[in-house]
């Protein structure tokens, strides 16, 4: 087997098992073999660049930075859906379609409606070439790179597809996945985001492809335009779409009548919440291809379609009492604490109140009738308060002004919704939080102590700050309740292991409110040690790739304080990093510092990823669109004409891969 044919059968290989975990939802290799052929791929692909492919599964990890999102027209206009919210309204539908096409008998397609953000993605022989946003229906940004790391969404075809077409899909993140990142944005001292959709859509915006490809999003496809289709109906499109590799729901359901129609209507309100996904209703469309052409379009929207919405579930409870949560940046958050009640499959007993502005809207109170719904969002929210069953007696809700934890009065910043208690070092639960922050998975992780013996050990006097850890004694541990010798060890060993865990997820773990996982790298890799960082003003940091004002700001406040330095102090003095080992210096310069470079086309001594790295290991910033900004266009054999006219234009430099190498070595 020649390199080349190696290289090809492991991307075979690799496509299909992403298309069995994806896809299809069910694997038939483990993660870590996965990996490790991943892994092959990857060595090989460095090794031989001229093998260099866009639609390798190792593309999939992402890496390109888009600063400006290109202006792509569409080729078929991306049209809205009339929506309807009876079944008296899909009849009237049903009737006019019926009308139009002057006694055909019609038969429909029965999709879900998906709560994300639409897609439209390019296929030219089998490849994905462009993906692009929806944007107003007449054109949208090409996202490319970022739909590229999306694992549900095929880089090549298999099967019979037509040479040429569009396929529109909806990206969405599900629920699970979206309450996971929540949760990490609650533990790094950040808002969470407010529901799935809207961060579904964000996502496809942000300008590293690297982040996108760390969130769970999903693409789930619904129909396609293009010449010298091989279907002739909706339906049939749909099978199609799902062979070539595409992730079609299975909901789907071809109906010969309305009758069929109302029961799938009916199934769905109920069976959605069963979904790993957020569904807003159901699509209805005309199964002829060729009905659909004829019944054609009105200014915005298919006449062949419907959609049917469902409605928010909404329950009526009682309020028994507000109560406040103090987090590990010491914000508080209110909480209604409901008298359990049965909405949308699942028993609520809590819903959020966000702030205080949100009680004062809401002018909510102790002993309320209120309504609940669970919309968009995880955490159903009350929608509104039933004042004709207030009680006489009632009192209007008093903010507290006090911490509940610790007594400290709150403070609220301008222009920040959130009261806080800005006791961070007397505080109970922030304490604890920060600790446990500190021992999590992704900072310090360490092994043998968890969120509970954190407070019992709290609780005991024995910790007062992350630092205390390393001075735990197994003698001070016995006596503890569940605490056996064996247990004891583990702790000890556990927190003596985790001097080796490296600089950027000790600076993660300190807890400095803004920096999570992402923006501790960042820094560690622009800083390269704490004691830069930590003179290092808000001005210079802002200078720093995706650090602004507030994160910048934030670590400034944290290195100031004087106990922040005193337990950093410390804990370099019980050996851990706080540097970027040699290893990760190696190569690092500054030599391309406050450059721009745009990569385009294939090389030859160095891959694509490499030349990237390169350029980044010596401080200068990859982009993937051509701006006056840009410094460089490094350019490789069969560069893009579109992008070489537009530099020619704005008159950047194009240099080759030798030019590129002599000014870093
Ligand atoms: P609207 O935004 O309410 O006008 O609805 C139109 C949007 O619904 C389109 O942009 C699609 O992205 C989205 N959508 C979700 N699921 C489907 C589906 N099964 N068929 C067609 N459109 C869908
Ligand atoms: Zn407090």
Known sequence: MTIKEKIEALRRELREHNHKYYVLASPTISDYEFDMKLKELQALEEQNPEFMDETSPTM??????????????????????????????LLDW???????????????????????????????NGELVRGVTRGDGFQG??????????????????????????????????IDGFAKMNEERINNGEDPYMNPRNTAAGSLKLQDSSLVAERPLECLLYGITGSKLNFSSQFDMLLKAREWGFKVPAAAKLCETTAEVMQFLEYWDIERHNLPYETDGVVVKVNSLQQQEELGYTAKSPRWALAYKFKAEQAVTILNEISYQVGRTGAITPVANLQAVLLAGTTVKRASLHNADQIAKLDIREGDTVHVEKGGEIIPKIVSVDLSKRPANSIPTRYITNCPECGTKLRRKVGEAQHFCPNESGCPPQITGKIQHFISRKALDIEGLGSETVELLYKEGLINNYA????????????????????????????????NIPF??????????YVGETVAKKLAKAYKNIDALMVATANELEMVDEIGERIA??????????KNR????????????????????????????????????VFEKVSRTELKKNIEDNGG?????????????????????????KADKLGIPIISEDEFLALIN
Do not use: W
Request: net charge negative; aromatic share 8%; proline share 2%.
């Open 566 to 601: 005193d337990i950093i102090n410390q804990l370099k003095e019980y050996g851990l990093q706080f540097s970027l080992t040699d290893k990760q210096l190696d190569g690092q310069t500054d030599k391309l510092k406050g450059q721009t470079f745009v990569v385009s086309g």
């Open 468 to 499: 205390d850890l390393f001075i735990l004694t197994k003698d001070q541990l016995m006596p503890l309740e569940r605490m056996a010798e064996k247990s004891a060890e583990n702790l000890i060993n556990g927190v003596a292991a985790s001097v």
């Open 94 to 124: 049903e009737k006019r379609v019926l009308r139009i096409l002057g006694g055909f008998t019609v038969n429909f397609t029965c999709e879900l409606k998906y709560d994300g953000a639409s897609i439209s993605l390019t296929y030219e």
């Open 621 to 645: 910033k990859v982009s993937s669109s051509i701006s006056s900004k840009t410094s460089f266009v490094v350019a490789g054999a069969n560069m893009g004409p579109s992008k070489k006219e």
């Open 553 to 562: 700001e934030s670590v400034v406040n944290f290195f100031e304080e004087e």
């Open 141 to 174: 940004d090409d996202v490319t790179a970022n739909i590229r790391t999306i694992k549900s969404v095929p880089l090549r075809l298999k099967g019979d597809f037509p040479s040429k077409f569009d396929i529109r899909g909806e990206i969405v993140l599900p």
């Open 60 to 89: 999939r990890v992402g890496g390109t930075v888009t600063k400006n999102f290109e202006t792509v027209v569409h080729e078929h206009r991306m049209y809205s859906l009339d929506n309807s919210y009876s079944r008296e309204e």
């Open 504 to 513: 950027e997820r000790v600076l993660f773990g300190l807890g400095i409110r």
